[in-house]
């Protein structure tokens, strides 16, 4: 049994990872309209990451004998600019989904909620992951800002997604 702060709190993540993959989903259109179909699948990836994040969190939540409360997704950027932007806006993005997870997990320690706290264990390193290779793709863009770098580097994604 979930205490309602916690319920609360994992209800606020769960929209957040709704919206995360609505930010995803919405870049990834950017990429695919701008001639990127490497970046943009890399980005359709995560879009489809962050929904299974999502399920995997009401999943626990009705496991618990909680209830799920969905909310409108709201400010989705319409404007990525060019990759090395684009990529950099990921990173922000995913920073900020980072800064929701340490919120949560405040709640969950103060509530010493231990299962809750294993369960978001994964997510918590995953973040980390997630954040690594998003930054190391802004360092190779970085190197080549040029059509020929970007070209490079969206064959490089098209072979992996
Ligand atoms: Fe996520």
């Known amino acids: 049994m979930l205490k309602k702060r916690v319920e ?6 769960i929209n957040a990872e709704i919206w995360s993959a609505h930010f995803f989903l919405a870049i990834s259109l950017h990429f695919a309209e701008n001639g990127y179909p490497g970046f943009a699948a890399r980005m359709k990836y995560q879009h489809q990451e962050e929904h299974r994040h999502a399920l995997r969190l009401m999943d626990y939540v009705i496991e618990q004998g909680g209830k ?26 995913l920073m900020r989904i980072t800064d929701t997870f340490d919120t949560l997990l405040d709640v969950v320690c103060d509530e010493r909620d231990r299962a809750t706290r294993a369960v978001l264990d994964w997510f918590v390193l995953n973040q980390v992951k997630e954040e690594a290779e998003i930054s190391q793709i802004i360092a190779y863009l970085k190197r080549m800002t040029n059509e020929n770098g970007y070209y490079m ?9």
């Open 8 to 13: 609360e709190a994992l209800n606020a993540q």
């Open 153 to 161: 580097m969206d064959l490089e994604l098209i072979k992996k997604y």
């Open 68 to 93: 799920v409360e969905l909310q409108d997704i709201v400010d989705i950027p319409s404007d990525f600019g060019d990759p090395v932007e684009s990529f950099e806006q990921v990173l922000v993005h």
